[in-house]
C-alpha cells in the first residue's frame, strides 16, 4: 500500500515541511526573539538614532516585515507552497499599495486643511469636561 500525500511530495521534489523534525521552528523562534530585540533596541539609549523619526520608524517597520514574511512563510507553509502562490500575492499587493497612495491626498488634506464649518464645530477641552461634569450629576433609576 503506497501513501499517495508522500508519493506526491516526491513527485514534485523533496518537501521537509511534513516531517517531524522541529528544528526550522527552533530556529525561527530564535529569529523572531532577535527581531523583537531589535525593535526593543529603538527605546533604549543604545540606539544611536534618538530624535531621527524617520530612520526610527524605517527600522521598525523593516522588523515587522521582516517578522510578518518568516511567520507567513514559515508556520503558513507558503515556503513549500508552488509558485501560483505569487499570480496571488503580488497583485493584491500592488493593489494595496495603489490604494494606500491614493488616500494620502485625501488623509492629507483632511488633517491638514480645515474648513470655516469644521472650526467652528470642533471640540475643545472645554466641551469635554461640560459634558463629563453634567454626566456625573445625573440622577439614574435604582436598579441601573
Not at 530624535?51 to 516585515?65: I, Q, R
Not at 515556503?79 to 494606500?100: G, H, N, Q, R
Request: proline share 3%.
Amino acid at each position: 500500500m503506497t501513501d499517495h500525500h508522500h508519493g506526491s511530495a516526491d513527485a514534485h521534489g523533496s518537501h521537509d515541511h511534513g516531517s517531524h523534525d522541529n528544528s526550522k521552528y527552533i530556529y525561527v523562534f530564535i529569529a523572531l526573539c532577535v527581531l523583537t530585540s531589535m525593535s526593543f533596541l529603538t527605546y533604549t539609549d543604545f540606539w544611536p538614532f534618538k530624535g531621527m523619526k524617520e530612520v526610527t520608524w524605517l527600522f521598525m517597520m523593516a522588523v515587522s516585515c521582516a517578522k510578518a514574511s518568516l511567520v507567513m512563510m514559515v508556520f503558513m507553509h507558503l515556503w513549500w507552497e508552488a509558485d501560483w502562490k505569487y499570480v496571488l500575492t503580488i497583485p493584491a499587493s500592488i493593489m494595496s499599495i495603489f490604494l494606500m497612495l491614493a488616500l494620502v491626498p485625501d488623509v492629507g488634506l483632511r488633517t491638514r486643511t480645515y474648513s470655516k464649518s469644521r472650526i467652528d464645530n470642533i471640540a475643545q477641552p472645554s466641551d469635554v469636561s461640560e459634558v463629563v461634569n453634567q454626566s456625573k450629576h445625573v440622577e439614574h433609576p435604582a436598579g441601573h
